[in-house]
T-cell receptor, first 116, second 112 residues
Framework: GAGVSQTPSNKVTEKGKYVELRCDPI?????LYWYRQSLGQGPEFLIY????????DSGLPNDRFFAVRPEGSVSTLKIQRTERGDSAVYLC??????????????FGPGTRLTVT | GDSVTQMEGPVTLSEEAFLTINCTYT??????LFWYVQYPGEGLQLLLK?????DKGSNKGFEATYRKETTSFHLEKGSVQVSDSAVYFC???????????FGGGTRLMVKP
């Protein structure tokens, strides 16, 4: 079946602009996660959705970052007033259940964001 | 907070050599431990996992044992292949949350 998909695969934007990154999870997966991976580092957690609600947004670096999942499926990560330090690969993952379950997180291919 | 430390790469081996990639962690309680692999041009894939102390995860010839006494989850393979060339990430999921905490990754290069 289809895996996690993310669009766009690459995004180049100018400093100060607004960007939206989209994630389509695996159908039926109720839990959705966003991570950020800077060059040469491991992914870092940003936010976790269980259904439509953000169950844990403790990883969002500041209030320029926001994410939604209005219908409990597709999620959009929104970044306002982008800065060069926001340049990274943004990864989305989904799992059948959240809530400290043992269900595997399946990762998408990522969106590479470059802020010039 | 939770953290994962893994050996820095790159690790360069000849085909059929023995592989060890060290991973240690800091976490409260009893986390679940994972190894993920990222092949060139592909997304992260789960390689193996262990959910409690002394469990051994295994897949594709790779193994790792959850050692609570040493807070370690070292990845091993007896005979690597060129196709194993990739970046390997150790990760944990703590009791308090659902997110994964990753190490910095170790690049493995296997030469024929």
């Amino acid at each position: 079946g289809a895996g996690v998909s993310q669009t766009p695969s690459n995004k180049v934007t100018e400093k100060g602009k607004y960007v939206e990154l989209r994630c389509d999870p695996i159908s039926g997966h109720t839990a959705l996660y966003w991570y950020r991976q800077s060059l040469g580092q491991g992914p870092e957690f940003l936010i976790y959705f269980q259904g439509t609600g953000a169950a844990d947004d403790s990883g969002l670096p500041n209030d320029r970052f926001f994410a939604v999942r209005p219908e409990g499926s597709v999620s959009t990560l929104k970044i306002q007033r982008t800065e060069r330090g926001d340049s990274a690969v943004y990864l989305c993952a989904s799992s059948l259940r959240g809530a400290a379950s043992s269900y595997e997180q399946y990762f998408g291919p990522g969106t590479r964001l470059t802020v010039t | 907070g939770d953290s994962v430390t893994q050996m820095e790469g790159p690790v360069t081996l000849s085909e059929e050599a023995f592989l060890t990639i060290n991973c240690t962690y800091t976490a409260t309680g009893y986390p679940s431990l994972f190894w993920y692999v990222q092949y060139p041009g592909e997304g992260l894939q789960l390689l193996l996992k262990a959910t409690k102390a002394d469990d051994k995860g295994s897949n594709k010839g790779f193994e790792a044992t959850y050692r609570k006494e040493t807070t370690s989850f070292h990845l091993e393979k007896g005979s690597v292949q060129v196709s194993d060339s990739a970046v390997y990430f150790c990760a944990l999921r703590g009791n308090a949350g659902n997110m994964l905490t990753f190490g910095g990754g170790t690049r493995l290069m296997v030469k024929p």
